[in-house]
């Protein structure tokens, strides 16, 4: 089995700081892009950031400037350091990763629990 294993939201006020953590375990043969995507109240999943295994980073324009992505050395954990948050930015934050396994040999997406990021104003 595959695991993501989110932590780090929480409350905070707006302009403030928040780092999101996601660790990967379990059967992996592989990780090539890991990212997090964002749900609030009403709407749909957006992406917010995503990374490759070969360390291009891509952004929502509503976040760019703002946020930043990044990986371990080993390529199993992804964080997301939130600075300069917004209410707008509050919802509940999901890493996903596409994970190879090893037998049998398949890739698909995962996706953790999520978190949620309060923004107060």
């Known amino acids: 089995q595959v695991q993501l294993v989110e932590t780090g939201g929480g409350l905070v006020q707006a302009g403030g700081s928040l780092r999101l953590s996601c660790a990967a375990s379990?059967?992996?043969?592989?990780?090539?892009?890991m990212g997090w995507y964002r749900q609030a109240p009403g709407k749909q999943r957006e992406l917010v950031a995503n990374?490759?295994?070969?360390?291009?980073?891509n952004y929502a324009d509503s976040v760019q400037g703002r946020f930043t992505i990044s990986r371990d050395n080993a390529k199993t954990t992804v964080y997301l350091q939130m600075n300069s948050l917004k209410p707008e930015d509050t919802a509940v934050y999901y890493c996903?990763?596409?994970?190879?396994?090893?037998?049998?040999?398949?890739?698909?997406?995962?996706w953790g629990q999520g978190t949620q990021v309060t923004v107060s104003s």
């Open positions: 996903n990763a596409d994970i190879t396994t090893p037998y049998p040999r398949a890739t698909d997406a995962y």
């Open positions: 379990g059967r992996i043969f592989s990780i090539n892009a």
């Open positions: 990374i490759t295994s070969g360390g291009t980073r």
